[in-house]
C-alpha cells in the first residue's frame, strides 16, 4: 500500500512540473486563457496563495477521520471479543452509549424545528449536513474511548491521546498525498483560467 502512495506521489511532483513547463510554453506562444506559472503574476499566485489553497474541509475531515480511526484501532473495538466479563462490560456500556448518542442525533435532526436543520426545514443541505463528517468522527472517537477504558485497553486519558496520535501517524501518507494533490489541482485550475 506504501508504494502506491510513494507512486501517486511521485506522479504528482512530476505532473506539477510537467504542469510549470508546459503553461510556461503555452504563455510563450500567447496561447488565450493560459497563465504561466514562472510568470510574476504566476509566482505570486503560487507563493501568495500556497496556505488558502491547501486549507479546505478536506483537510479537517482527513485530521478528524484519522484521529478517530486511531482511537477505533488501538480500542479493540473493532476486534470485540466478548469472552471476558470486562469486555462484554465494555461492549454494553459502549452500545448504550452509541444508542444515547443516536437519540441526541435524532432529536437534534429528525424532529419539526429542530435546532440542526435548515431555515426551510430540510436536512440536506443544513448544519446538520455540513458537520456530517465531525459528527461521525467524533461519535466513533468517543465509542472507542468509551471502551478502551472499560475494556482496560486505556487506562489513562495518555492512553487516548496516543491512539489519536497513532491515526495521524498511520494516516501520514494520505496528508502528503493530499498536500501534492490540492497544489497540483490548484495551479492546473490557475494556469487554464
Known sequence: ????????????????????????????????GVTSLLSSEGLRWFFGSFVSMLVSKWLVWLLLLSMAGGCLWQSGLLKVSLNGYRERIAFRTTLILFLLYVLVIVALTAVPHAQLLSATGRLFPSPFSRALVPVVAFGLLLHSAVYGWASGRFTSFADVIDSMSYGLQKAAPLFILYIFFFQFFESLCFVFS
Open 1 to 32: 500500500m506504501k508504494r502506491l502512495y510513494y507512486h501517486l506521489i511521485l506522479a504528482l511532483a512530476v505532473a506539477e512540473v510537467v504542469l510549470v513547463l508546459l503553461s510556461w510554453l503555452l504563455s510563450a506562444t500567447q496561447t488565450e
